[in-house]
């Protein structure tokens, strides 16, 4: 399950690629408050996908690139509420993630490279309900060099921007 999920993160990051190459680019669907939604079609396929960057990253003294929430829908192969994180450092081997919805909620991810995703796809569904819930998301991992590092994301918009990347994918 674990790599289906790196698989699908890597095929969003080839689609934007590709996007880009071809007439397809992602089309902006929406701005929801700190979130952003985005569909990207492709034949009779769409990838949506909906983002978000943390509002604060600590230690503030460690250099990271990109540091990107997702939460995604593909058409082709039936892929719902994958979530995934871009994480701007390769994590540590091994390491797992804690992301812990309004300090109550908690959900383990699996690193590879910068990434990570959820250890069981049957907590995505979970994950996405407690997040539309919810108010902030607080994620914490460690990288290759030994850094804790914690992200604090808000939720707000999150609910409107998830219904309208599910609408745009037919997703329930």
Not at 25 to 49: H, M, N, Q
Not at 61 to 70: A, E, S, Y
Not at 86 to 93: C, E, F, I, R, V
């Amino acid at each position: 399950m674990g790599v289906r999920n790196f698989l699908s993160l890597s095929t969003v990051f080839f689609l934007l690629g590709t996007a880009v190459a071809s007439a397809a680019a992602p089309e902006l669907l929406g701005r929801y408050r700190d979130w952003d939604a985005f569909v990207i079609s492709d034949g009779g396929s769409k990838t949506c996908y909906m983002r978000s960057v943390p509002l604060k990253t600590e230690p503030t003294n460690v250099r990271r690139g990109d540091i990107v929430l997702f939460v995604t829908h593909r058409t082709q192969g039936d892929v719902a509420n994958e979530v995934s994180i871009l994480t701007g450092y390769p994590y540590k081997d091994g390491s797992s993630v804690s992301a812990v919805v309004d300090g109550s909620k908690s959900f383990t991810l699996f690193t590879q490279g910068d990434g990570a995703w959820l250890e069981r796809a049957a907590d995505e569904a979970a994950m996405v309900d407690a997040m539309r819930a919810g108010q902030r998301l607080i994620v914490k991992g460690v990288s290759s060099r030994g850094t804790r590092t914690t992200d604090r994301y808000s939720l707000s918009g999150f609910t409107s921007a998830h219904k309208r990347v599910s609408a745009a994918c037919g997703v329930r």
